[in-house]
Nanobody, 125 residues
Framework: VQLQASGGGLMQAGGSLRLSCAASGRTFSSYAVGWFRQAPGKEREFVAAIRGNGGVAYYVDSVKGRFTISDDNAESTVYLQMNNLKPEDTAVYYC???????????????????WGQGTQVTVSS
């Protein structure tokens, strides 16, 4: 599965961005899809995930109430809507996928089989 992440950019604090993760040549219907982020000098951390079998979503506490993960009706793209952005959200954001049957907690990097190339999000204060 090849993933293409897009939608990053420069935004002032309090603004919004929507990231997209598209799968080339297939849908996400049988995959869980997640978003991770990595700030300079820090480890890659879990942000959100959506299950392929019903769309149950999970979030890290720091983004709950501000970020929303969703998929389109065709399940070919997964979005991360980011509202009320904060400077601490600045990072490279990566999307990842794993077959739904292999999904565990989703919290750790090594649980995910496929990764997109990353898109930079910079939030200025």
């Amino acid at each position: 599965v090849q993933l293409q992440a897009s939608g990053g950019g420069l935004m002032q604090a309090g603004g919004s961005l929507r990231l997209s993760c598209a799968a080339s040549g297939r849908t996400f219907s049988s995959y869980a899809v997640g978003w991770f982020r990595q700030a300079p000098g820090k480890e890659r951390e879990f942000v959100a995930a959506i299950r392929g079998n019903g769309g149950v979503a999970y979030y890290v506490d720091s983004v709950k109430g501000r970020f929303t993960i969703s998929d389109d009706n065709a399940e070919s793209t997964v979005y991360l809507q980011m509202n009320n952005l904060k400077p601490e959200d600045t990072a490279v954001y990566y999307c990842a996928a794993v077959p739904e049957g292999d999904y565990n907690s989703g919290w750790t990097v090594d649980e995910w089989d496929y990764w997109g190339q990353g898109t930079q999000v910079t939030v200025s204060s």
